[in-house]
Each structure stands twice: as structure tokens, then as C-alpha cells.
């Protein structure tokens, strides 16, 4: 399998040397699933914290995809956090 980025801490990419924390900084907008193809896409979190100068949109593109589980989550004691990713990890079939 191919990357262009690791997961650190379950919370955060490396991309090009640069972390970038989905958690504090972005919003997890849409998740598309078509044939075995998974696409997830993040927008830049209006929070004070975030630098201006993180990116305003991240799109993961994840192809021949055999399994996926996602959960959601109960956010009834910090409704704000609906839409904040908790964690995010990924595992790779190898052929033998």
C-alpha cells in the first residue's frame, strides 16, 4: 500500500514533514464511499487556535478498500464536538 502521509497518534497526520492534528484543527465534513473507494474530507476548524495558515481542506482518497468501520460517537455532553474526529488508523492487507 501507498501513502503520502503517517498517522501519529491516532489524532494526527504527518504530511510532508508537517503534522497536521485533524482533531483540534479540522471538521470532518463528508465521508463518500463509491465501489471500493473511500474519500474523507476535512475543512479548517474556525477556532481562535488554529494557525491562518493551515490548510483549509484535506480530502483522503482511499482505494481498494476491503473492510471500513467508523462509529459515531455520543456528543450529547459536548455537542460542539459532533463533527471532530476522535481517532483514525488504518491497516494494510499485504498478499502473501
Avoid at 501519529?8 to 471500493?36: R, T
Avoid at 459515531?72 to 474526529?85: A, K
Wanted: proline content about 1%; glycine content about 4%.
Amino acid at each position: 500500500m501507498k501513502t503520502n502521509f503517517e498517522i501519529e497518534e491516532n489524532y494526527a497526520v504527518l504530511l510532508n514533514g508537517i503534522h497536521i492534528d485533524l482533531h483540534n484543527n479540522f471538521q470532518l465534513k463528508e465521508i463518500s464511499e463509491y465501489d471500493n473507494t473511500v474519500q474523507i474530507e476535512f475543512i479548517k476548524s474556525a477556532g481562535d487556535w488554529v494557525h491562518e495558515n493551515e490548510f483549509e481542506k484535506l480530502t483522503f482518497l482511499h482505494k481498494n478498500v476491503t473492510f471500513k468501520n467508523s462509529a459515531n460517537g455520543d456528543n450529547s455532553e459536548f455537542p460542539e464536538d459532533e463533527n471532530t474526529l476522535s481517532g483514525i488508523s488504518f491497516f494494510s492487507q499485504f498478499n502473501a
